[in-house]
């Protein structure tokens, strides 16, 4: 017998941008787990072969769910403008976006923040993801009775606290929460859930990404501490994503236990 949860996704279509590691990866599996017998999965990244590869895992102990690998850099407008009249007609009616796709370069601080890496973050975390929401939106509002779907944003502590040595990923952060609340106000009259969750420190690639590829200094950015996993963040996408559709979990906020904001933090030290 199926959970509730698995009840209300069955028959969806999902589409997970940046799904090729990391919560992306880890949010299409959650969804596979929760509803492993009618689900179809859109999954998206700029790394096709991570993607054919989570698709194999996922298809392995799915039977039920059809996967769509389809590369596509959210940094790039015309790829995603191009992205839904590409689909095959069988995952054109999506149910639930989840703009997960996202990076941090460097941590330069003012004025020696190269223009490459704002351009980069810029497009990717706030540029894309609109792009993004645009591309889909259209199909939420074309249902009756106001429209209906699902926009889930992956955003961080650091849009609403910004910290020494990340001037402009919190600035994309803080883009993404304003775009947020701005769209959850537009869509008051539908039945389309705007649903924003902002995770605290969290261990992925994210960090490898930051320091170009130095897994050293990736690795102590992680020391003495436990951090969330991509797993912790996926329950809460696959949670609020499978609530009763009045029920909007608008805001939601997680931090690992030895973290109370974005620069307090307790450390383990090692005798």
Do not use: W
């Not at 959650?30 to 689900?39: I, K």
């Not at 996993?229 to 997680?254: C, K, Q, S, Y």
């Amino acid at each position: 017998m199926s959970s509730s949860q698995a009840q209300r996704l069955k028959g969806k279509t999902i589409i997970v941008t940046g799904a090729s590691s990391g919560i992306g990866k880890s949010t299409a599996i959650e969804f596979a787990r929760t509803q492993p017998d009618d689900l179809k999965l859109i999954l998206t990244a700029r790394r096709e072969d991570a993607l054919k590869e989570v698709a194999k895992e996922i298809e392995s102990f799915a039977k039920g769910v059809k996967v769509l690998p389809v590369k596509l850099d959210v940094s790039k407008v015309d790829e995603i403008q191009a992205f839904v009249g590409k689909l095959p007609q069988e995952f054109k009616e999506i149910d639930v976006l989840v703009n997960n796709a996202g990076l941090v370069k460097g941590v330069a601080q003012a004025p020696d923040i190269a223009p490459a890496d704002i351009a980069t973050m810029f497009d990717t975390n706030v540029t894309g993801l609109i792009a993004m929401t645009q591309a889909i939106l259209p199909i939420f509002k074309a249902r009756p009775d106001g429209g209906r779907g699902d926009i889930i944003n992956i955003g961080s502590i650091a849009g609403r606290e910004p910290y020494q040595g990340g001037s402009i990923y919190c600035a994309t952060k803080a883009a993404v929460r304003s775009f947020t609340d701005a769209m959850r106000k537009e869509l008051i009259a539908t039945r389309i859930r705007v649903i924003e969750i902002d995770p605290g420190q969290v261990e992925t690639e994210f960090s490898v990404v930051r320091f170009g590829g130095d897994k050293e200094k990736a690795k102590k950015v992680y020391e003495g501490v436990e951090p969330l996993t991509p797993d912790d963040i996926a329950e809460i996408v696959v949670f609020a994503a499978g609530r009763r559709e009045n029920v909007v979990l608008a805001d939601t906020l997680v931090f690992p236990n030895h973290q109370a904001a974005a620069t307090v933090m307790h450390r383990k030290t090692t005798q």
